[in-house]
């Protein structure tokens, strides 16, 4: 019990600042009693404000109270330490760096568990009691504990700011509402946050709403995704089992090739090979004969000769001579050349189906339902054809490959756009007219203003507009004095000015031209020329799939046919160009196809 009582003694006695014993206790107005040091120190911080307040109930002195050591309370005090009095057990924790201390602790800072809106002070759960026992501070507003309480002071009138000015959009304090923020409209700032406290909340929902749709969506994403990559595995795998199945296809009619041609070289060689067995017996035979006649021949005894001489008969033609017919030495060579007329239709065919192919594959985009390629009839049809033999050769191959279907071009047609040549980029002798889609070669240079992207020796010319996603063009030509053109795309870092390969379309990494004559086609890309074969057309059609890197050529007339196609990367934005030969007179034109 006597222990009890002086830890209740210790409390009675201690400074509610320090928590320690009183050391030179004073008693301010309001009755509560500190250290002079303790009090001192918390008045001098208050200072600036012209206002002093007791720490404990808060009350405040317009000046600032003389302190003077309570003598009684001290003796009392010192009385107290000889009756063992100690200072009160702390059950607080000292605040670290990232903690929010108590403003009334002196010495070492403890830790603060509650701020006050009110007071503008935060308190430890010693300091912060009085706000639990006395009327007054029950009514402050305590939150957790915050370092940004000063920002509820009014730095113009040193104030705290409880008003909120809806035309300025800015917290003040009751003097502000007199001076600069006259006539604006306020409201209590509770009642302004209760206001912003509603829109947030709908914020809130439209934000979480928004969240939840936007994971669906990404759901759904994750869903095409896999949709994608499964189709995309049995794509790939049903392709292996098509081409597996054409190999097999092959190789079937490769075995029937062999084993009829082995079964035909079998039939004639054992035909050959009767006839000189019964060759080889006639001559045995007359060789036997022969051997008589001279034998007779030698018989001295007239008698004898004239007894055995045999009856006069001419010598028997041969049976066999006459079906003997040596012919041309080719034999075999009609199966070949029909062998390879089929692989040359099979060529054929396969690069007019490996565009569809190539479209087909270009054609998958995210919700987009995927075209079906219908390639593997068309092969199984070329190779099901059905193979005979004759007795010195294999029947032809009776298959017939259109070389275009004229259905195909409206397949093109919807990726059309238009396209002008940038007169920016034109060689002075190529005139441009009919709105920048016609180029003609000229005599004399035309009069361009100098610019930097202008080709100055080559006569070449580029697109204003950049290429990076599907699109379709044609290119409408004729030949001046048998001159010729290229179709090109390059990048828009290719080379203008001189006359290195740099700046030549298809002579560099920079540009792929296909190049047209009146009898013949070259394709060209970083030097490598490519012969192409294909018939002779007036118009040139181009197909470009950016994002899959496909560039293919067509020559367009009733149908269309595949001259040239490339499957690569392209690492930049391309452009349209155009070559025209030296000769007078030629000329290009973009096409607009609508």
Same mark, same amino acid.
């Given at each position: 019990?006597?222990?009890?009582?002086?830890q209740?003694?210790?409390?009675?006695?201690?400074?509610?600042?320090?928590?320690?014993?009183? =050391?030179?206790?004073?008693?301010?107005?309001?009755?509560?009693?500190?250290?002079?040091?303790?009090i001192?120190?918390?008045?001098?911080?208050?200072?600036?404000?012209?206002?002093?307040?007791?720490?404990?109930?808060?009350?405040?002195?317009?000046?600032?109270?003389?302190?003077?050591?309570?003598?009684?309370?001290?003796?009392?005090?010192?009385?107290?330490?000889?009756?063992?009095?100690?200072?009160?057990?702390?059950?607080?924790?000292?605040?670290?760096?990232?903690?929010?201390?108590?403003?009334?602790?002196?010495?070492?800072?403890?830790?603060?568990?509650?701020?006050?809106?009110?007071?503008?002070?935060?308190?430890?759960?010693?300091?912060?009691?009085?706000?639990?026992?006395?009327?007054?501070?029950?009514?402050?507003?305590?939150?957790?504990?915050?370092?940004?309480?000063?920002?509820?002071?009014?730095?113009?009138?040193?104030?705290?700011?409880?008003?909120?000015?809806r035309?300025?959009?800015?917290?003040?304090?009751?003097?502000?509402?007199?001076?600069?923020?006259?006539?604006?409209?306020?409201?209590?700032?509770?009642a302004e946050?209760?206001?912003?406290?509603?829109?947030?909340?709908?914020?809130?929902?439209?934000?979480?709403?928004?969240?939840?749709?936007?994971?669906k969506?990404?759901?759904?994403?994750?869903?095409?995704?896999?949709?994608?990559?499964?189709?995309?595995?049995?794509?790939?795998?049903?392709?292996?089992?098509?081409?597996?199945?054409?190999?097999?296809?092959?190789?079937?009619?490769?075995?029937?090739?062999?084993?009829?041609?082995?079964?035909?070289?079998?039939?004639?060689?054992?035909?050959?090979?009767?006839?000189?067995? =019964?060759?080889?017996?006639?001559?045995?035979?007359?060789?036997?004969?022969?051997?008589?006649?001279?034998?007779?021949?030698?018989?001295?005894?007239?008698?004898?000769?004239?007894?055995?001489?045999?009856?006069?008969?001419?010598?028997?033609?041969?049976?066999?001579?006459?079906?003997i017919q040596?012919?041309?030495?080719?034999?075999?060579?009609?199966?070949?050349?029909?062998v390879?007329?089929?692989?040359?239709?099979?060529?054929?065919?396969?690069?007019?189906?490996?565009?569809?192919?190539?479209?087909?594959?270009?054609?998958?985009?995210?919700?987009?339902?995927?075209?079906?390629?219908?390639?593997?009839?068309?092969?199984?049809?070329?190779?099901?054809?059905?193979?005979?033999?004759?007795?010195?050769?294999?029947?032809?191959?009776?298959?017939?490959?259109?070389?275009?279907?004229?259905?195909a071009?409206?397949?093109?047609?919807?990726?059309?756009?238009?396209?002008?040549?940038?007169?920016?980029?034109?060689?002075?002798?190529?005139?441009?007219?009919?709105?920048?889609?016609?180029?003609?070669?000229?005599?004399?240079?035309?009069?361009?203003?100098?610019?930097?992207?202008?080709?100055?020796?080559?006569?070449?010319?580029?697109?204003?507009?950049?290429?990076?996603?599907?699109?379709?063009?044609?290119?409408?030509w004729?030949?001046?004095?048998?001159?010729?053109?290229?179709?090109?795309?390059?990048?828009?870092?290719?080379?203008?000015?001189?006359?290195?390969?740099?700046?030549?379309?298809?002579?560099?990494?920079?540009?792929?031209?296909?190049?047209?004559?009146?009898?013949?086609?070259?394709?060209?890309?970083?030097?490598i020329?490519?012969?192409?074969?294909?018939?002779?057309?007036?118009?040139?059609?181009?197909?470009?799939?950016?994002?899959?890197?496909?560039?293919s050529?067509y020559?367009?007339?009733?149908?269309?046919?595949?001259?040239?196609?490339?499957?690569?990367?392209?690492?930049?934005?391309?452009?349209?160009?155009?070559?025209?030969?030296?000769?007078?007179?030629?000329?290009?034109?973009?096409?607009?196809?609508?």
């Amino acid at each position: 019990m006597a222990q009890q009582g002086n830890q209740l003694d210790s409390v009675k006695f201690s400074c509610s600042i320090c928590l320690d014993l009183l =050391k030179d206790p004073v008693t301010i107005p309001c009755g509560h009693n500190y250290c002079m040091d303790c009090i001192k120190t918390c008045w001098d911080e208050e200072d600036h404000r012209g206002v002093h307040s007791c720490p404990l109930c808060r009350e405040t002195f317009t000046l600032r109270p003389v302190l003077v050591r309570n003598s009684m309370l001290a003796e009392l005090v010192e009385d107290l330490k000889k009756t063992g009095l100690q200072a009160a057990p702390v059950d607080y924790c000292y605040a670290g760096p990232e903690d929010v201390t108590c403003d009334l602790c002196t010495g070492r800072k403890v830790k603060a568990v509650q701020s006050c809106l009110v007071c503008l002070v935060s308190y430890c759960e010693k300091h912060l009691q009085p706000h639990y026992d006395v009327a007054q501070l029950k009514k402050h507003k305590l939150v957790d504990p915050s370092n940004k309480l000063q920002e509820n002071i009014c730095s113009r009138h040193d104030e705290v700011m409880k008003i909120f000015c809806r035309t300025d959009q800015q917290s003040i304090c009751y003097l502000c509402t007199m001076d600069e923020h006259k006539g604006h409209e306020t409201v209590a700032a509770a009642a302004e946050r209760c206001e912003k406290q509603k829109e947030l909340e709908v914020s809130r929902q439209q934000i979480q709403q928004r969240i939840q749709d936007r994971e669906k969506d990404i759901e759904m994403l994750q869903q095409e995704v896999e949709d994608i990559n499964v189709s995309a595995d049995k794509a790939v795998e049903d392709s292996e089992k098509t081409f597996d199945e054409v190999k097999r296809l092959l190789q079937k009619r490769n075995s029937d090739v062999k084993q009829q041609v082995r079964s035909q070289q079998e039939h004639e060689v054992s035909r050959v090979k009767d006839l000189q067995e =019964k060759l080889q017996q006639e001559i045995t035979d007359l060789k036997r004969r022969e051997a008589e006649l001279e034998k007779l021949s030698h018989t001295e005894d007239h008698n004898q000769f004239l007894h055995n001489y045999p009856s006069p008969s001419p010598l028997s033609g041969s049976t066999h001579s006459s079906s003997i017919q040596i012919r041309p030495l080719r034999y075999f060579e009609d199966v070949t050349a029909a062998v390879s007329e089929t692989r040359d239709k099979l060529q054929d065919l396969l690069r007019e189906t490996w565009t569809n192919i190539s479209l087909s594959v270009a054609e998958v985009d995210v919700l987009l339902s995927e075209p079906k390629p219908k390639t593997r009839d068309k092969l199984q049809d070329l190779l099901g054809a059905k193979v005979t033999t004759t007795p010195l050769s294999v029947a032809e191959v009776d298959v017939s490959v259109s070389s275009g279907e004229p259905d195909a071009r409206a397949g093109f047609l919807k990726y059309s756009r238009k396209i002008n040549l940038d007169p920016n980029t034109a060689n002075p002798y190529l005139q441009l007219s009919e709105g920048n889609t016609r180029a003609t070669m000229m005599r004399e240079k035309e009069y361009y203003p100098i610019h930097q992207d202008r080709f100055t020796r080559r006569w070449q010319v580029l697109s204003r507009q950049r290429l990076n996603a599907r699109c379709y063009w044609e290119v409408e030509w004729s030949g001046g004095g048998g001159g010729g053109i290229e179709v090109a795309v390059a990048y828009d870092d290719i080379s203008r000015a001189g006359n290195s390969d740099d700046c030549v379309f298809g002579l560099n990494d920079m540009s792929w031209t296909l190049i047209c004559n009146a009898t013949s086609y070259t394709f060209c890309h970083d030097g490598i020329e490519t012969p192409v074969l294909g018939p002779p057309s007036s118009r040139i059609g181009v197909y470009l799939d950016h994002r899959a890197g496909i560039l293919s050529f067509y020559s367009v007339s009733e149908t269309m046919t595949l001259l040239h196609t490339v499957q690569t990367t392209f690492t930049d934005l391309l452009y349209a160009g155009l070559w025209l030969s030296r000769s007078s007179g030629t000329t290009a034109k973009i096409l607009h196809i609508k």
